[in-house]
């Protein structure tokens, strides 16, 4: 059974945006698009750099050092430089609240 | 039996490696020999002058795993030399150690070469201590010689010698930059993103002299240090000496193999060199800029990125022109610089403030963004970057007054 972990308010986080969530010593990606909710891992499988600091468009996360993008609901690597794909994590929003499975 | 074609690729960096990953990925199904002297696996440099410093434990940063090679089928042979290249008979000699030099024939050839650190004609320059980084190996080394108590001068302002300084005082060491130039970053960088560059450095203890250089490196005696002497007069007792005053493409393989050469390996707008079948790419290449009014060689990742490519396609049958991706970036402390597109002699400036730093917009006489640069806490420059690299690959035609007005969001400048 998975555990869910509360992260923020849904609204903590903007419309097309991501924020970083650190929990049991590991750090996630939490995104929102419109009222939907995904997370990943929070390193870019290509350079350990922090995804939260990317930007997020049409369901991609773009890694801040090198482009390497993802897709937010999959996890799939899109590309050169990034040729591992993302791990993710269920997500979803209950009573207001972002809640992942890590 | 008649032999696959194999495409041979001189030099195992970021572009050699890239383009015989990227040769698999579109299907090329002949041989790929990927050759590099280096006893590593093919590596990402830009690390080396900053993780590898800071945390000299870390692994090296792969341009992909060294599994990978095998599974694609690409025959890496590393701490192998190429001797030299036929371009009439098709075929390149290889020396692995002492074993009988190896002729291999090649359909197509990419050379790959990179560059070495340029160093100083001075007195005393061959002293052990006095260091460039362009190799891991360098870096290894140089890691060694950092921490509490060691003192390091680094010679040059550019992007090298800023990241050493920052990791050296990172490491705890003190530092003392010179610069022979009037500025930081002078041959990059905007004069106000440079100058943010240096106060922060100064404001990090960076000793920064500019307008000064070295007349010649002198072994002192009792204290295991080395005395640089300065054109001003001034001498610097330190552990440790970094030059970082930019690369020198390596084109002694080209050169003597009759190619055309000027500073790097010439080549067409398809990365074609002046011989058949052989084309070049990453930091030896030297391609006609998308001006049309000249060549460039252009030293940086995303360059070397993306010339690899090209390169592979091209060498598949394609015959693609290469746009370069005018792209770079440098990290310092736990800020960012990025640069993209043109910022030299813009029209109009627009700056817009980041928390903890600045994004200027270049743009020319119709309001078209040409160009972006950047300095900030990498948090925070960072998407805003993105955006910004985006606006200026579309040069997008956007009001200065939107573009620097902080309470518009930058990505809805997207869309607008």
């Known amino acids: 059974m998975s555990n869910w972990i509360d992260v923020c308010a849904l609204d903590d986080i903007d419309d097309e945006d991501v924020m970083r969530f650190d929990h049991a010593g590991k750090t996630y990606a939490v995104y929102r698009v419109g009222e939907a909710v995904y997370a990943t891992d929070g390193l870019c499988t290509h350079e350990q750099v922090h995804l939260c600091d990317g930007l997020v468009m049409d369901h991609v996360i773009e890694c801040p050092k090198h482009n390497g993008r993802f897709d937010i609901r999959t996890g799939k690597a899109l590309g050169a430089p990034a040729c591992i794909h993302l791990a993710t994590h269920p997500a979803k929003v209950e009573g207001g609240r972002i809640c992942i499975a890590c | ?416």
Not at chain 2, 1 to 18: N, S
Not at chain 2, 107 to 119: E, I, M, N, Q, V
Not at chain 2, 156 to 162: A, Q
């Open chain 2, 1 to 416: 039996m008649a032999q696959l074609p194999c495409i041979v690729i001189v030099g195992a960096g970021q572009a050699g490696a890239r383009a015989a990953l990227t040769l698999r990925e579109r299907g090329w199904a002949g041989r790929v020999l990927l050759v590099g002297e280096e006893a590593h696996a093919p590596y990402e440099r830009p690390p080396l002058s900053k993780r590898s410093l800071l945390t000299p434990e870390a692994a090296a940063t792969l341009v992909a795993e060294v599994s990978r090679y095998a599974q694609d089928g690409i025959e890496l042979q590393l701490q192998t030399r190429v001797l030299s290249i036929d371009t009439a008979a098709r075929c390149v000699t290889l020396a692995h150690g002492d074993d009988a030099p190896e002729i291999v024939h090649y359909s197509k050839l990419l050379l790959a070469t990179g560059g070495k650190a340029r160093r100083l004609d001075l007195p005393g320059a061959d002293d052990a201590r006095v260091m460039t980084l362009r190799h891991a190996n360098d870096a290894t080394r140089l890691a060694t010689r950092l921490g509490p108590g060691s003192t390091v001068a680094v010679l040059g302002g550019g992007f090298i010698g800023l990241e050493v300084a920052a990791s050296a005082r990172q490491r705890g060491s003190e530092v003392v930059l010179l610069e022979a130039g009037p500025r930081l970053l002078g041959r990059a960088v905007p004069a106000d993103i440079a100058g943010l560059v240096h106060a922060l450095h100064a404001a990090r203890g960076v000793d920064i002299r500019l307008l000064d250089s070295v007349s010649a490196f002198e072994p002192a005696s009792a204290s295991g240090r080395i005395t640089v002497r300065c054109a001003s007069g001034t001498t610097i007792a330190v552990d440790t000496v970094v030059i970082g005053i930019g690369m020198v493409p390596e084109v002694s393989l080209a050169t003597a193999a009759g190619l055309q050469v000027r500073r790097g390996i010439v080549v067409d707008s398809t990365l074609r060199t002046s011989a058949d079948d052989v084309y070049a790419a990453g930091d030896v290449c030297e391609f006609p800029n998308h001006e049309g009014t000249g060549t460039t060689v252009m030293e940086s990742w995303a360059n070397a990125e993306a010339q690899a490519v090209v390169a592979a396609r091209n060498m598949m049958g394609d015959a693609e022109a290469y746009r370069p991706d005018l792209w770079m970036w440098s990290d310092q402390y736990d800020h960012g610089l990025q640069m993209a597109g043109r910022c030299i002699e813009p029209s109009h400036v627009v700056t817009r403030v980041l928390p903890g730093g600045q994004l200027a917009f270049y743009l020319d006489a119709e309001e078209r963004i040409v160009g972006a640069a950047g300095f900030a806490p990498t948090a925070s420059l960072a998407r805003a970057f993105t955006v910004a690299r985006r606006l200026v690959a579309t040069q997008e035609r956007r009001r200065p007054a939107e573009l620097g007005d902080p309470e518009r969001a930058l990505k809805s400048l997207l869309a607008a």
